[in-house]
């Protein structure tokens, strides 16, 4: 249970700290990181402030998402004082939901001023990724039929954190897309579906009561533990291809299978809440890992072959 201390009050800096979620916020780094990799691996070359920018864009457009998740799903109901997650501010009265949605606004305005000169580099293309960005990250909590409240939520995770953020940055550094970038979003968006499917695997009493009918709600517990073995394993497959199709160093991703493979029994019904968060954040250190592991792979093969 998320038992909030009300006597208790957290520094300012402690209490955003907590609301953007650090633990997560690697799987805004590893697709930038994979489509970058691609550009090079395409012959392209390295703008290392094209590249900062992109890294910019996408860590505040997942910090405004969690940000104004932390308030909708307080303002709805959804959030209840028995939720088994880490605390969200607005629910432990550490920040009040009107604050918290105003810091989501400016993380997502200075996204899209940054935004705007990547869309003078990279044209159209960057400037429908990037909408359909922005836009998404209001729906997935805000709106009549939020995304988080439905079984589409991971399918979501898997585009933006995925295939839009790898095929995006491989364009901004080389103007030129192929079949890579779709098996390249396979690899860093399915282990980012992962953590969401857990995060919704702990919370599906609370949701079930609430109405959302999350992934995990839809699955129920057994079905749902072979949908995260998928995602988890996903990457391997992903990886196997890339390295068949030429980009050999792609297989360093690999590395972390063992790791991965031992967390597909920790998703057991009987888990409490503590054992739940660690896994949640278990599969985002990994999928994280994962991601530059095969990035640094097929980045460090272009410098070689």
């Known amino acids: 249970m998320n038992r909030i201390d009300t006597a208790w009050r957290p520094s300012t800096c402690f209490v955003w700290w907590t609301a953007i979620r650090p633990r997560t916020l690697g799987m805004s780094v590893a697709p930038v990181a994979f489509g970058t990799a691609l550009a090079l ?22 910090i405004g998402t969690n940000l104004y998740n932390d308030a909708a799903d307080y303002e709805r109901g959804t959030d209840t004082p ?16 009107g604050s918290v949605k105003r810091g989501a606004a400016l993380c997502l305005g200075v996204a899209l001023a940054i935004g ?13 990724i990037g909408c359909a960005s922005l836009v998404a990250a209001w729906g997935y909590s805000g709106g009549p039929r939020p995304i988080s409240h439905t079984p589409l939520g991971e399918v979501f995770v898997l585009a933006f954190f995925g295939v839009f953020a790898v095929a995006g ?16 979003g396979l690899a860093v968006g399915a282990p980012a579906a992962a953590v969401l499917l857990v995060n919704n695997f702990r919370d599906l009493d ?25 995602f988890v394993l996903a990457p391997f497959a992903a990886f196997a291809a890339l390295a068949a199709g030429g ?27 503590a054992e739940l968060n660690q896994l949640l954040a278990a599969t985002a250190r990994l999928a ?9 792979g097929i980045a460090l093969g272009r410098l070689l072959f």
């Not at 607005?90 to 939901?97: D, V």
């Open 247 to 273: 980009l050999f160093g792609a297989a360093a991703g690999a590395l972390c299978l063992p790791a991965c493979v031992a967390l597909i029994p920790r998703l057991e019904p009987t888990a409490g809440a």
């Open 116 to 128: 705007a000169g990547l869309v003078a580099v990279g044209g159209w293309p960057i400037l429908a």
């Open 169 to 184: 940055s491989h364009w901004l550094q080389s103007p030129q897309l192929s079949w890579r970038d779709l098996v390249g």
């Open 206 to 230: 609370t949701d079930r009561r609430s109405g959302r009918r999350t992934l995990a709600a839809v699955l129920g517990p057994r079905r749902t533990r072979f949908a995260y073995a998928a």
């Open 82 to 97: 028995d939720r088994r997650g880490p605390t969200r501010v607005t629910l432990a009265g550490w920040a009040s939901a």
């Open 288 to 296: 994280t890992l994962g991601g530059l592991l095969g990035a640094a």
């Open 41 to 62: 691996a395409d012959g392209g070359g390295l703008d290392w402030a094209v590249l900062a920018a992109t890294l910019a864009c996408a860590l505040l457009i997942q």
